[in-house]
C-alpha cells in the first residue's frame, strides 16, 4: 500500500479515523470525506488510487461517489455495515462488511489495486450486473477473466494477505459469465475456470 492515494468516505467519526489510522500505517496517504458533497471534490484528484466507502449516509447513498470513480478509472470497494442493501448494479464491487478485521480490509484493497485485477474491476464497476454481461460478449474473454482473477487470489494469499472478500468476488463473476454462457450457449465454465481458488501453497503457474 506504500504511496497509494485513497479516498475514505466514512460519515462514523470513530470509524473514520481508525480506517485513516490502519491505512496510513500500511504506507497509505488517506483523503478522508464525511459527506458525499465533500466526497465528490475529492474524487477528482488527480492522483486517486483506489476510494474505501461506506454507502448509506442517512437517507443519501454514495452512487454519486461510485459514478465519478467509475468515470476516473479509479477502482474502489464497499466498507458498509448494510452490505444486503446494496443495489445489484454493485454486485461485482468487493463489499467488506463492518465490522471487519484490518487485514480483511488491506486484502481487498490489495485485490484491487494488484496490476492483473485493477483494469478488470474498473470494466465491472464500469455497470456490474447487466452491464458486465455486455462486457462478457465473448465468453472466452470471460473464462480468461476469471482464470486471472482465481491465481491473483492465490498470489495475494501467499503474500498473506486476507482474500476472502476477493473469493467471494471471484465466485460472483464465475456465476455472472456461467449465467450469460447458458443464456447465450447452453453450455458452461471451462472446468479450469469453474475449479477453486489455489491454496496458498498450490504453484501458481
Not at 67 to 88: C, D, H, K, N, Y
Not at 94 to 101: D, G, I, N, Q, S
Not at 178 to 204: F, H, T
Amino acid at each position: 500500500m506504500e504511496g497509494q492515494r485513497l479516498l475514505v468516505v466514512e460519515d462514523e467519526p470513530l470509524i473514520a479515523i481508525d480506517l485513516r489510522m490502519l491505512l496510513e500505517r500500511e504506507g497509505a496517504r488517506v483523503m478522508l470525506a464525511h459527506s458525499i458533497p465533500e466526497a465528490l471534490e475529492y474524487a477528482n484528484y488527480p492522483a486517486l488510487s483506489a476510494g474505501v466507502l461506506d454507502f448509506y449516509f442517512g437517507s443519501e447513498n454514495a452512487e454519486p461517489v461510485c459514478e465519478a470513480l467509475t468515470r476516473r478509472q479509479v477502482p474502489f470497494i464497499f466498507f458498509t455495515g448494510l452490505a444486503e442493501r446494496l443495489s445489484q448494479r454493485r454486485l461485482a464491487t468487493l463489499v467488506v462488511p463492518k465490522p471487519a478485521t484490518p487485514e480483511t480490509i488491506i486484502g481487498a484493497l490489495k485485490f484491487v489495486l494488484s496490476p492483473e485485477m485493477r483494469d478488470i474491476i474498473v470494466k465491472a464497476q464500469r455497470g456490474d450486473n447487466a452491464r458486465l454481461a455486455r462486457i462478457e460478449q465473448e465468453i472466452s474473454e470471460g473464462e480468461e477473466r476469471a482464470e486471472r482473477m482465481r491465481w491473483c487470489v492465490a498470489k495475494l494469499a501467499r503474500s498473506g494477505a486476507d482474500t476472502s472478500v476477493a473469493e467471494r468476488v471471484v465466485a460472483t463473476t464465475i456465476e455472472l459469465v456461467e449465467n450469460l454462457r447458458a443464456r447465450s450457449y447452453g453450455g458452461s465454465l471451462s472446468e479450469d475456470a469453474r475449479s477453486p481458488v489455489p491454496k496458498p501453497d498450490e504453484p501458481l503457474l
